[in-house]
């Protein structure tokens, strides 16, 4: 179950790390659809301008034709000019009227052609003004063309990296799911398992029930004849009357303080956390300690929080003192559970040390709203989180209040009915899921302002990963109140029932009673205990066969096994014997093979010095063949063998009397040839026997070495099996516990149902004795009247 929750944490975690990217990513997506809208006007813009500057030359084309042929008629009429002045001087004679006509053209076209040039000499200004202007424009248009490329790669890479980022984020996320859809499989199979056995569990139930009708109708009629009178219906009468031991209430009882162990663990880790990184922020935000003093404020306010493991650790501490005196063997009511004083005085500790960095807290949230660059939106954050602090020391107020009146049964006797003990109960279970609401509401809050801060130019990424931390330690804190809530409100019939009372009365257990019941146990254990030694443990009948049956196989197996080892171990020594004969064969043949060859050494080196000596030489080597022949000779004769030594070039030869002598040289060299070839022939069959063997035993060892590999291998994964089957019947068997535990319970009140409805019956019986023992008074009074 709480690899569930971890799991659902993380999973949670990364939904909120990927809705924060996926923000992120909606805001970049919008600035990179903007800045291309604004690229693709700009692109547009440069094609208008290109398009107007098409037309602007195109007039400067028209222009500068026009131009031409202004000047091509400009020097027509020049021409003409001149020639018209020739003709002026040739007819000076004539009268005045054709002069003054020329004249009078003349000064016609003086003046168009002053108009002509005016007006080129505009065009020309015009074109150099239009030319240096989209020059201007072209360039200006260039240099943003290319900022505008520039910050749509820098977006596309961002927006590459943050695709990638997703992917692997979906691709981690696909991978859970997929992990949790297996496990959730295998629940449903389980799930599926548990309802069979619950199945047969409740058949077993209607049997039992059934059996305890049979025999709660057999001890009623039993009671209602035997026993006449009874001690229960007054409850004054019962000061004496010791409830027995309730088993299944300390069990019950046990397993509840465990699981509450375990979250208060988590919630004081979460508390420390919190604290921590609250200190870290301190140091931080608003001003960064590393760089500038902070206010002596928060620095009392920090050295306050760096205290908070000595207020929160003896929670955890107390607790575990708790859980460890409640034992199967202990009576766990409000009135004998002592440890709860201790814990509920480490609680009152921990309120006072919150209500102590309240004023703190909320002046350092004051000091955050003074900043140069807060926000309105972040000092409205800042206000909602003053009051979710309030609220939550408010809570532990709450809580410490409730916690106090718990704990005072086992300090002062009779404090509390048990009906205000209900009450109180009912309203600590409120006051925890109020507890759990507000801080969740505060994490929200937390999230919210951390989201408004990450805007802030200012903000460093020291702050950004306290903030982080901080955020997270919420989270775990909400998760660990929600769950101490859930398991509260769940076991809150537990926490009201009374497990101990005497019977007849609703009159709460003293220490006194809880102690009488305790040595009432202890006694009763011990008389079991000494009927179980007198009396000698039998096996049963079936037991005993099949302990014979296996006693009998096992036998017959192990005498096959040492038949087989005995075999194995003689075969093993028959080799070994083999083995060293060979060595020892070998050993003579090597020495043997040396000698030879030595043998042959000095024959070949006294042949060269007989062959390539002076007489001196001849002599020595015929005075050392003669010496080996005595030599050879004096063996011979030790050894009680008559022999002939030959000689020859190659070397000697001895022969027995009974083989011919041959004397010719050639006939005793092939002799020693065959001698010795024959000689090494042997010694080449003996080494590749060995050989051959060895190579056997070699191949072998590698076979057992390979099956020894492959057994390990085996026994790894037998062991490997036989690991995941105990933990499979462990686990069965906790379920087991588990649901026989629930069925224990079950029993036990359909038991207290039943003895309450006897009671009830028994009572409307006295109670219709009565009425009828009044009738039948009446009857006789009637009568006598």
């Known amino acids: 179950m709480a690899n569930v929750t971890d799991l659902q944490t993380k999973y949670s975690k ?99 052609l002053q108009k002509k040039i005016e007006e080129n000499e505009r ?45 692997d984020t979906i691709e981690r996320l696909q991978g859970d799911k997929a992990r949790l859809e297996v496990k959730s499989q295998t629940l449903e199979r389980e ?15 209607r049997r039992c029930q059934s059996e305890l009708n049979r025999q709660v109708k057999q001890s009623s009629s039993v009671i209602q004849e035997k026993v006449p009178f009874n001690d229960t219906k007054f409850s004054d009468y019962n000061s004496l009357n010791v409830p027995s031991h309730n088993r299944r209430h300390q069990l019950k009882a046990r397993d509840v303080a465990g699981q509450a162990l375990s979250f208060i663990q988590d919630l004081v880790a979460a508390l420390l956390n919190f604290h921590s990184y609250t200190e870290q922020r301190v140091h931080i935000y608003p001003l960064d300690s590393s760089i500038e003093p902070i206010s002596p404020l928060n620095q009392k306010f920090s050295q306050y929080l760096h205290e908070n493991a000595a207020y929160v650790r003896p929670l955890e501490d107390s607790f575990l003192q708790l859980y460890q005196n409640i ?79 718990l704990a005072l049964p086992s300090v002062q006797q009779d404090a509390m009915p048990q009906s205000s003990t209900s009450a109180v109960f009912t309203q600590l279970a409120a006051c925890l899921h109020s507890l759990h609401d507000t801080i969740k509401e505060m994490s929200k809050h937390y999230n919210q302002k951390a989201g408004i801060e990450q ?26 109140t929600g769950k101490i809530a859930t398991f509260f409100s769940n076991n809150l019939d537990f926490f009201t029932s009374s497990g101990y009372s005497p019977r007849g009365c609703t009159v709460a257990l003293n220490p006194l009673q809880a102690e009488s019941m305790l040595a009432n146990k202890k006694k009763a254990a011990a008389y079991i205990s000494a009927i179980k030694k007198a009396r000698p443990q039998s096996v049963p009948y079936r037991e005993a066969l099949s302990n014979r049956r296996i006693l009998t196989s096992s036998t017959e197996s192990r005498e096959g096994l040492t ?56 002599t020595a080597a015929a005075s050392t063949l003669a010496q080996s022949q005595e030599e050879a000779e004096t063996e011979l004769r030790a050894t009680g063998k008559e022999t002939t030594l030959c000689t020859s070039l190659v070397g000697m030869l001895c022969t027995t009397p009974t083989v011919e002598h041959v004397g010719d040289e050639e006939s005793r060299e092939q002799l020693i040839k065959t001698h010795y070839m024959a000689r090494v022939g042997e010694l080449t069959t003996q080494l590749q026997i060995s050989d051959s063997k060895a190579v056997h035993f070699h191949s072998e060892c590698r076979a057992l070495a390979k099956r020894l590999a492959i057994a390990e291998k085996s026994r790894e994964t037998l062991s490997d099996d036989v690991k995941l089957a105990n933990q499979n019947i462990t686990r069965l068997q906790d379920e087991l516990a588990t649901t026989k535990r629930s069925y224990e319970d079950q029993l036990s009140m359909m038991s207290d149902h039943l003895c309450s409805m006897n009671e009830t019956l028994s009572k409307q019986r006295e109670e219709i004795d009565t009425l009828k023992l009044g009738s039948k008074g009446n009857a006789k009074k009637n009568k006598g009247r």
Not at 46 to 59: H, T, V
Not at 374 to 391: F, G, H, P, V, Y
């Open 14 to 112: 990364l939904a909120q790390e990927y809705s924060k990217l996926r923000a992120q990513n909606q805001v970049l997506k919008k600035a990179v659809v903007d800045e291309q809208a604004n690229s693709v006007s700009l692109k547009e813009q440069l094609k208008q301008r290109d398009q107007s500057l098409r037309k602007q030359e195109q007039e400067m084309d028209s222009l500068s034709f026009r131009n031409q042929q202004l000047a091509k008629r400009v020097e027509l009429l020049q021409e003409e000019l001149a020639a018209s002045e020739a003709k002026g001087k040739k007819g000076k004679s004539k009268g005045d009227s054709p002069s003054q006509h020329g004249l009078q053209t003349q000064s016609v076209f003086d003046e168009d």
């Open 455 to 480: 805007e802030l130019p200012t903000v460093t990424q020291k702050l950004c990963t306290t903030t982080e931390c901080l955020l997270g330690s919420l989270g775990s804190l909400t998760s660990s």
């Open 563 to 618: 038949q087989q080892v005995q075999q194995s171990q003689e075969k093993i020594a028959r080799l070994e014997q083999e083995k060293e004969h060979w060595l020892l064969e070998a050993q003579l043949g090597k020495v043997r093979l040396e000698k030879e060859n030595q043998r042959i050494a000095d024959l070949e080196a006294q042949l060269a010095a007989a062959l390539g000596g002076s007489p001196n030489s001849q």
């Open 327 to 405: 034992t199967e063997d202990t009576v766990t009511v409000l009135e004998t559970v002592v440890k709860l004083k201790s814990f509920a005085d480490n609680f009152s500790t921990y309120t006072h040390f919150l209500q102590k960095i309240l004023p703190y807290q909320l002046k350092s949230l004051e000091e955050e709203c003074e900043a140069p660059l807060c926000t309105a939106a972040l000092t409205a954050k800042n206000k909602e989180l003053q009051s979710d602090m309030k609220r939550v020391t408010s809570v532990f107020e709450k809580l410490q209040n409730y916690i106090n009146l």
């Open 191 to 205: 799930a599926k398992e548990c309802r069979m056995r619950t199945e047969e569990c409740q058949q077993q139930l």
């Open 123 to 167: 065009l020309h200004i015009q074109f150099y003004e239009a030319d240096e202007q989209h020059r201007r424009q072209e360039a200006e248009l260039r240099t943003r063309l290319e900022e505008l490329e520039k910050d749509a790669e820098q977006h596309q890479t961002v927006v590459d990296g943050l695709t990638t980022k997703y992917v």
